[in-house]
């Protein structure tokens, strides 16, 4: 089983005749996924691998059930791609647009939120369910998405898009497969958190075990322990937290926009400790992953 996406899972790609979207549609075809068309205003007509372009959401999805939509366009016009993709009816919004500003991000979940949408992202490389789908940028080229990731009981959550792939490669490493792997984004403000994910995970009876991938700064760590000592979630979660050293380093920063420490609340050794009291196993080390989750999963 997975979430948010399966073998049956239709979407389009935002964007679709950018550099990089190119890349991510070849990767996405060549591991099976079903991109069943492609969104650039003034390109209708052609194609990207055989993938058919529109000028419009609309255009798409008057031609075939569209499921998802990829935004891959730059800053300046992704909220409005995210926006047109809403209104034309599609459910799921993969985000993979970064420096979008926080306003129109904000504006865009609540409407998201009106209109029964579920945003992943913004700043992510979207969502794989392994050998089945994946959405996204995920994983990079299929051969090697099809060597980090395998089928198996461990959802995965990360506010990083390569570290999704890491943590994934090493519990297939270790025998233990993913049912499915989720780049939140690095924002400060994004679609859907950890504590928002966890109850997709909780209804999806196969899977059995949760790791996430956190960094400093943020509310995201104190909702998801919240979450779990109030829902009594059935499933063990282990984390892994970055970017430690930054408590000793006030003012340096880390990569993603949303390493934003504003006070002791956004430190690691807080998050961490927060994560224990939940009953959140917290790994020192990415290698160690694999052998809390055997332990909890016993």
Same mark, same amino acid.
């Given at each position: ?118 945003? +992943? ?5 979207? +969502?794989?369910?392994?050998? !089945? ?55 400060? +403000? ?38 779990? !000592? ?69």
């Amino acid at each position: 089983m997975s979430i948010l996406i399966d073998e049956n899972t239709t979407f389009i790609i935002q964007g679709i005749t950018g550099r990089e979207a190119v890349n991510m549609t070849r990767e996405c075809l060549n591991y099976g996924s079903k991109i069943v068309g492609g969104v650039t205003p003034g390109r209708k007509g052609r194609d990207v691998y055989g993938v058919p372009v529109y000028d419009t959401v609309s255009q798409a999805t008057a031609q075939t059930r569209v499921d998802g939509a990829v935004v891959a366009v730059p800053p300046a016009f992704a909220a409005d791609a995210a926006l047109e993709a809403i209104e034309a009816g599609i459910k799921l919004i993969v985000i993979v647009t970064e420096r979008i500003p926080r306003k129109e991000v904000a504006q865009l979940i609540e409407f998201a939120d009106m209109h029964g949408a579920r945003i +992943i992202g913004p700043n992510c490389l979207g +969502i794989i369910t392994p050998e !089945k789908s994946k959405m996204g940028g995920i994983g990079g080229p299929a051969e090697d998405t099809r060597k980090a990731y395998m089928p198996g009981p461990v959802g995965i959550m990360s506010r990083s898009g390569g570290m999704t792939t890491e943590i994934a490669s090493t519990l297939t490493a270790a025998g233990l497969g993913q049912s499915t792997a989720v780049s939140i984004g690095g924002d400060a +403000i994004i679609g859907n958190t950890y504590a928002d994910l966890i109850p997709l995970f909780e209804a999806d009876e196969n899977t059995k075990a949760i790791v996430i991938y956190s960094e400093p700064g943020g509310p995201m760590d104190a909702q998801l322990a919240t979450y779990l !000592k109030e829902k009594k979630s059935r499933l063990p979660v282990v984390a892994f937290m970055a970017g430690r050293f930054m408590d000793a380093m006030p003012g340096m920063r880390f990569g993603h926009a949303g390493t934003i420490v504003e006070g002791r609340a956004d430190t690691t050794e807080e998050k961490i400790r927060r994560l224990n009291e939940a009953g959140i196993a917290v790994a020192e080390d990415i290698s160690d992953i694999p052998r809390l989750v055997k332990e909890r999963l016993k």
